[in-house]
């Protein structure tokens, strides 16, 4: 079955670089694009990045422009996301999603249980 | 602020029924299909509805999407105890070049 695991996060001081992994299995990894969610304590659900199957497209939010990088490496099934420059705003548990398909954003069909990422001094 | 409008909070006792509604503009859902999604805190969120009215196998046909225009309307019937959760809806906005969710709906099983 369909399985995506984070890992990466933890506390980091405001300024400070982080990178989450997301370890996929139970699917073609190569052929789906990919997505990165967060859910700050007692706010909703933010959308954050997206990556096309084959890495040539990818979107952010505004919140993270310039200062997150989505990626991936198909040889290990893995999603990655660099956050640089990191707020106190930016405290939230990440999840990494599934896209149903390869090209353009569409819905997330299956989800990570979420890693927490704290920012602060 | 979220770009989708969904009511903070709906309520109804076992058994009953309840609708949260999700409004947004021609630039997401006027032109977009919309999906729903279930999240219990501290657990992975869960598709519910894809593409506006679709329910993805092992959902339970309780659940049920529909939209018109702008708007979108997510149903629950023969509420459970186990239904307690939040509910979002989200859908692409071409105009950002982001997905967009909702602002989350609270559901509680009175």
């Known amino acids: 079955q369909v399985q995506l695991v984070e890992s990466g996060g933890g506390v980091v001081q405001p300024g400070g670089s982080l990178r989450l992994s997301c370890a996929a299995s139970g699917f073609t990894f190569s052929s789906h694009g990919m997505h990165w969610v967060r859910q700050a304590p007692g706010k909703g659900l933010e959308w954050v990045a997206y990556i096309r199957y084959d890495g040539s497209d990818k979107y952010y939010a505004d919140s993270v422009k310039g200062r997150f990088t989505i990626s991936r490496d198909d040889s290990k099934n893995t999603l990655y996301l660099q956050m640089n420059s990191l707020r106190a705003e930016d405290t939230a548990v990440y999840y990494c999603a599934k896209d149903r398909f390869g090209v353009g954003v569409t819905y997330f069909d299956y989800w990570g249980q979420g890693g927490l990422v704290t920012v602060s001094s | 602020q979220s770009v989708l409008t969904q009511p903070p909070s709906v309520s109804a006792a076992p058994g009953q029924k309840v609708t949260i509604s999700c409004s947004g503009t021609t630039s997401n859902m006027g032109n977009y299909y919309v999906s729903w999604y279930q999240h219990l805190p501290g657990t992975a969120p869960k598709l519910l509805i894809y593409?506006?009215?679709k329910r993805p196998s092992g959902i339970p046909d309780r659940f049920s999407g529909s939209k018109s225009g702008t708007s979108a309307t997510l149903g629950i019937t023969g509420l459970q105890t186990g239904d307690e959760a939040d509910y979002y809806c989200?859908?692409?906005?071409?105009?950002?070049?982001?997905?967009?969710f909702g602002s989350g709906t609270k559901v509680t099983v009175l």
């Open positions: 593409d506006s009215n």
């Open positions: 989200g859908s692409w906005d071409i105009s950002l070049s982001a997905y967009v």
